[in-house]
């Protein structure tokens, strides 16, 4: 019999990222986030927060990573608050255009 075995490339990941690969090595083992957030004792919600970044949590991502036995993961998530915590000074604007000031009041 032949043995495979899955290999990881560490590049770095979006949150979005993150989650979808949590997802992937869920439907793997036939588990569901619910369930998963089940086994773990918390929340399904907080569990999809913290997955998805809205919320920050190491120890639930590590306690996740065990049990999925996705050893990357914990370093991936430390790249993702990294460059999380580099980018959180810089502020994306949207530009505002001004209204048309020549046009006719009254008009209908």
Same mark, same amino acid.
């Given at each position: 019999?032949?043995?495979?075995? &899955?290999?990881?490339?560490?590049?770095?990941?979006?949150?979005?990222?993150?989650?979808?690969?949590?997802?992937?090595?869920? =439907?793997? =083992?036939?588990?569901?986030?619910? =369930?998963?957030?089940?086994?773990?004792?918390?929340?399904?919600? +907080?569990?999809?927060?913290?997955?998805?970044?809205?919320?920050?949590?190491?120890?639930?991502?590590? =306690?996740?990573?065990? &049990?999925?036995?996705?050893?990357?993961?914990?370093?991936? +998530?430390?790249?993702?608050?990294?460059?999380?915590?580099?980018?959180?000074?810089?502020?994306?604007?949207?530009?505002?255009?001004?209204?048309?000031?020549?046009?006719?009041?009254?008009?209908?």
């Amino acid at each position: 019999m032949t043995r495979y075995e &899955t290999v990881y490339i560490l590049i770095p990941m979006g949150i979005n990222q993150i989650g979808h690969l949590v997802k992937e090595a869920c =439907r793997e =083992r036939g588990l569901s986030l619910n =369930r998963l957030a089940l086994e773990l004792g918390v929340n399904p919600i +907080y569990l999809n927060n913290v997955i998805y970044g809205k919320k920050s949590s190491r120890p639930l991502i590590r =306690r996740v990573a065990e &049990t999925l036995r996705l050893p990357h993961l914990t370093q991936v +998530y430390e790249e993702y608050l990294k460059t999380k915590r580099e980018n959180k000074g810089v502020k994306f604007t949207k530009k505002r255009g001004r209204k048309n000031k020549s046009c006719k009041r009254g008009v209908k």
